[in-house]
């Protein structure tokens, strides 16, 4: 390869060097001219003992130098170089030159003709080392006074950044965690929805437990050799992270595509990309995780790190991948037209449940009352998706066909606790099954009405004569979230305790504009909570229940 890029600042820059290595009597001139050389250079020199992170431009490749401390003639040092995106080439070049020059910039010769004439004919220089991947690499090697070491870092992808950490220190510990001798992964549980993975202990975790943890990093795209190039991986996808994704654990704002999960003094944020789900996982020490959540049939990549929290370094195990297994085929229910059936799905063990029913009509209306928790429907009728939407309350869905169409309805919990859902598909379109239900289910308390012992509600009503029931109960504030995270929006009065109703009526009102009753609540507690609930209940005697309404009564009047 042409030296002569190498050449043209050397002399200058050898110069500069030598003088900050070897100790010799100067001249004020002398130490002038030394020092306004090392200023020049000085964003060259490669700093020892810390991590440097350096930006490259595509097809532009950069140079750093370094040289020993004073007063060492032989010094071992190690150089690792982490890529933090694409693959890179980098390569470690020795100038050596003889005692001649070393003796002229000692004694203060530093005219730089003389020094450039001695330094091509009594210096040579040499590779010693190159390397090109993506990998995080490490050399180890010897150094003189009587040598100056480049470093030449090249991009022809595109533009990136590296870290580059150079050390003369190898006695007093390292700035990486270390990691075993075998870093695999060991993947020694598959399930539908979890994998279980297992590594053995980094020598860090050991001798400094407290300072130590592992993060792991799932994925669905590929594995990463390094948190450096994972970080990036998620960044390009357009979104903003903490600075270290080990170090997650100080706290910061998530963007509206993450979300954090505390447990078990384990930290889990996963981040929503275009590519899927970025999750990241730090568990202290632990060596075993099984990792829940999971899709069925699809194939995860892992990655663990073994993270130095004082000094933000961290190490990459071996990744490696496990596809998880795919679901069973659900039971298919028969659906018999006009019969209500409840389906109960499991959040974590059965979120699927499959229904089947053979078209007798030409028409057929499906009738979906959701009882709790999140459900999500999809229909196909012959093979064809027809209708796919999440189950918010009552859900009348008419669709037309042929006769003996199949349709299939798949039903789907979103989410990880139990929900439940209520199914009719009829033919009978002028005999419904559940009430006319009015605009809005909510129910509204009117605060200048309310007193010590007394609260006035209102709801609306409909065009068709219908019974009203109301029912109230006491709670205390700490458990409201609790009873309307946990109600049962299909059961009836019947699920109600006879002590908790309060009164049953019948109205309607042909003028939509006036279907409202109000009902004043008598013979409450001073400075209480009451949870009121508001049943209606049409003809064919299915109840419909109103969203609950949490009042407290005044404490003084």
């Not at 004694?107 to 040499?126: C, L, R």
């Not at 950490?165 to 510990?173: K, R």
């Not at 270390?178 to 980094?202: A, F, M, N, Q």
């Amino acid at each position: 390869m042409p030296w002569c890029w190498f050449y043209l600042p050397l002399h200058l820059l050898m110069a500069a060097c030598l003088c900050h290595s070897i100790k010799a009597p100067t001249s004020s001139l002398q130490q002038s001219f030394k020092s306004n050389l090392f200023n020049f250079y000085h964003s060259l020199i490669l700093a020892n003992g810390k991590e440097t992170t350096i930006h490259l431009l595509k097809d532009i490749p950069k140079r750093y130098y370094f040289v020993l401390e004073e007063g060492r003639a032989l010094a071992p040092f190690s150089i690792t170089v982490t890529p933090c995106d694409v693959p890179i080439e980098w390569s470690i070049l020795v100038h050596k030159a003889s005692a001649s020059l070393l003796g002229k910039v000692a004694q203060g010769e530093h005219d730089t003709q003389d020094i450039s004439n001695a330094q091509k004919a009594t210096s040579f220089v040499s590779t010693i080392f190159n390397y090109k991947g993506n990998s995080v690499e490490t050399y180890m090697g010897m150094s003189s006074h009587s040598a100056l070491y480049m470093l030449e870092f090249l991009s022809t992808e595109r533009d990136t950044h590296i870290t580059v950490y150079l050390t003369t220190d190898t006695t007093s510990g390292h700035l990486y965690p270390e990691l075993p001798l075998d870093p695999r992964l060991d993947v020694v549980g598959i399930g539908h929805t979890t994998v279980t993975l297992t590594w053995k202990h980094s020598p860090s975790v050991l001798q400094h437990r407290e300072n130590i943890q592992y993060c792991l990093l799932v994925n669905e795209k590929h594995n990463y050799k390094s948190l450096c190039a994972a970080e990036t991986a998620i960044r390009s996808s357009g979104m903003k992270l903490p600075a270290t994704l080990a170090l997650s654990l100080s706290p910061y704002l998530l963007e509206p595509q993450q979300v954090m999960i505390l447990s078990n003094s384990e930290l889990s944020i996963i981040n929503r990309v275009s590519s899927g789900e970025v999750r990241q996982i730090c568990m202290g020490t632990k060596n075993t995780y099984t990792v829940p959540n999971l899709s069925p049939s699809t194939q995860y990549y892992f990655d663990v790190f073994v993270v130095n929290l004082l000094t933000n370094a961290s190490a990459a195990y071996t990744g490696t991948f496990a596809r998880t297994l795919e679901e069973p085929e659900p039971k298919v229910m028969e659906l018999k037209d006009g019969k209500v059936v409840q389906v109960v799905l499991d959040g974590k063990k059965q979120k699927f449940h499959t229904l089947q029913y053979q078209a007798r009509h030409k028409k057929v209306q499906f009738t979906f009352q959701l009882c709790h928790g999140q459900v999500r429907v999809h229909i196909t009728k012959n093979g064809k998706i027809v209708a796919s939407e999440n189950i918010l309350g009552l859900r009348y869905l008419s669709l037309k066909g042929k006769l003996l169409d199949t349709y299939l309805v798949q039903l789907r919990s979103t989410e990880e606790s139990n929900s439940s859902v209520k199914v009719q598909v009829s033919s009978q379109f002028n005999k419904p099954l559940f009430p006319l239900l009015p605009e809005s289910l909510k129910i509204k308390s009117f605060s200048k009405l309310r007193t010590c012992n007394s609260v006035t509600i209102a709801w609306l009503g409909t065009q068709e004569q219908s019974k009203y029931c109301v029912y109230k109960k006491r709670i205390e504030e700490d458990q409201v979230w609790t009873e309307l995270r946990s109600t049962d929006r299909c059961s009836g009065p019947e699920s109600r305790h006879k002590s908790e109703k309060v009164l049953c009526k019948y109205f309607y009102d042909v003028n939509l504009q006036r279907a409202v009753t109000t009902e004043t609540i008598k013979g409450l507690d001073a400075g209480t909570l009451y949870l009121f609930d508001v049943y209606l209940i049409g003809p064919s005697g299915i109840p419909v229940r109103y969203h609950s309404k949490v009042v407290k009564t005044r404490k003084k009047c």
